[in-house]
C-alpha cells in the first residue's frame, strides 16, 4: 500500500519536488455541482432541498452550486456523492451517466485530482410546468456569477 501511495505521490501534479497543493472541499463541491448542471435536464439538489435552497439562496445571497453534492477530498483523490431530480421524459440511466462523466472530466483537469468515484441519487422528476422555474433559476444563478466575477 506504501508502494501505492508514493506511485500516486510522484504521479500527481498537485505533489511535486518544489511542494505541495491542497484542493479544499468547497472547491470540489463547487466544480462538481456546476459540471452536474451542464448536463441538460438536471437539476441539482432535486425535491425539497431545491426549494429551501432556493429560497436560502434568495435570503442570504449565496450561491446554489454546491447544493446537492457532497464531498471527500484527500491529498491526491476525491470521491463524490450527488443528489438530484432529472427531468420527465430524460432517460435517467442515461443523463446520470452524462453527468458522471462531466463531473469527472471537470475536477480531474481542473483540480489535478483523481476521482475514485461519482455516486448519484436522483429523488426527483422534473414535471414540465416546473421547466420556466429551473430556466429562471439558472438565469439568476448565471447573473450572480457574472456579478461576482465582476467585482473581483
Known sequence: MSEQWAHQQQS??????????????????KIAG?????????QMGG???????????SVTGGGGETRGVAVE?????AAIDLTM????GKPIPQVSEAVRRNVINRIENLTGLQITHVNITVNDVLLPEERPQLERQREVEQQ???QGQRVR
Open 12 to 29: 500527481s501534479p498537485l505533489q511535486t519536488e518544489r511542494g505541495s497543493t491542497r484542493i479544499e472541499d468547497n472547491v470540489v463541491a
Open 34 to 42: 456546476i459540471a452536474g448542471q451542464e448536463v441538460e435536464g438536471v
Open 47 to 57: 425535491g425539497t432541498a431545491r426549494a429551501i435552497g432556493g429560497f436560502l439562496d
Open 73 to 77: 477530498v484527500g491529498e491526491v483523490e
Open 85 to 88: 431530480a432529472v427531468e420527465y
Open 144 to 146: 450572480a456569477q457574472q
